[in-house]
């Protein structure tokens, strides 16, 4: 006998409500695309602490490294999406990777994956060596516009947030600078406080335990700063208009019905609004920044348009 439209939809929506009620029925997994340790994990882990109550049970975090957190965010993509397995998203996975030319994606982020919510703010900051002869953002400007091609930037590697921090302050600044691309950023900075490359701009958590010894903290990128550093110039005061900022979110499969987004939503402001956790995430140079789906994808396509046209202008292709 066939079934009247309308039960017929009566029935798809109880079945959410049901499978919103029943969730998380075991413990969660959240899927990390970067080492142990790093800032990106950090993360992970506070996260897990932070909906942990609201749950009744901790989610397990679980490392699948690679191809620039892509194959966890595959194995996201492809998981039933029914809430138990997420992913964590920043900005290069949704806005950076997808638009470099010549990328070879496993997955289309932004039609496979979908925002829960954005988390964490990454401070930008602009470091050089303790014994560089540039003591702020206008010295280095200056000293890069008269000797062009003499100023280096590391970066964590070609498309990373870095890299792509320091085109854009060779496009605004309308300066020549040589981009020297590591494998991640810790050889980077290590560089950088050895005077080998003159500045990096990256994550104050990545650079934050050497400031004040081998590294100088010359200014913040983003425009918000951190309060760890107080009276620390921005670049937008030497340079207006820039102002480039980095960020950790959630992600689920395609399908995740809107009640458990907004279950994995509500655990994560409820968690979140702990000050001891808050404080947590400033001791590794983060700062809370909880976005809704709806904000977090209007935060994703306004970084796709940035970052994109970074790319573009300056020619960046994957390598």
């Not at 340790?37 to 490294?65: C, H, K, M, W, Y």
């Not at 014994?131 to 990373?160: F, N």
Request: proline letters at 8%; a neutral charge; glycine letters at 12%.
């Amino acid at each position: 006998m066939r079934m009247p439209l309308p039960w017929i939809a009566g029935l798809l929506l109880l079945g959410l409500a049901q499978t919103a009620a029943a969730f998380p029925d075991r413990p969660p997994r959240i899927l990390g695309g970067f080492a142990p340790g790093g800032t990106s994990d950090i993360i992970n882990r506070l996260t897990a602490e932070a909906v942990a109550q609201d749950f009744g049970q901790r989610p397990v975090v679980e490392i699948r490294t690679g191809a620039n957190g892509f194959v966890a965010a595959e194995a996201a993509a492809r998981s039933p999406a029914d809430g138990h397995v997420v992913v964590q998203c920043s900005t290069g996975l949704l806005t950076i990777t997808p638009e470099l030319p010549g990328a070879m994606l496993p997955i289309d982020p932004a039609r496979e994956l979908v925002p829960i919510a954005n988390i964490v703010h990454s401070t930008q900051a602009v470091v050089v060596s303790a014994q560089s002869p540039y003591r702020s953002m206008a010295e280095l400007l200056a000293a890069a516009r008269a000797r062009p091609d003499s100023i280096t930037y590391a970066s964590a590697g070609i498309g990373s947030v870095s890299h792509l921090s320091g085109a854009r302050l060779a496009q605004l600044g309308g300066l020549r600078l040589v981009h020297v691309p590591y494998r991640g950023a810790a050889p980077g900075v290590l560089d950088v406080a050895g005077g080998r490359t003159d500045l990096i701009i990256t994550n104050l958590g990545d650079v934050a335990g050497q400031i004040g010894a081998g590294l100088r903290l010359l200014a913040f990128a983003d425009g918000i700063g951190s309060p760890r550093y107080p009276g620390v110039a921005q670049v937008s005061e030497a340079l207006p208009g820039y102002a480039v900022s980095g960020w950790f979110g959630l992600c689920g499969p395609r399908g995740m019905p809107e009640e458990v987004v907004g279950r994995w939503f509500t655990a994560l402001r409820a968690g979140f609004a702990d000050p001891a956790l808050q404080q947590r995430l400033q001791e590794n140079g983060l700062a809370l920044r909880l976005e809704d789906p709806a904000q977090f994808a209007r935060t994703i396509e306004a970084d796709r348009r940035l970052w994109g046209g970074t790319i573009r202008a300056a020619g960046i292709r994957a390598e």
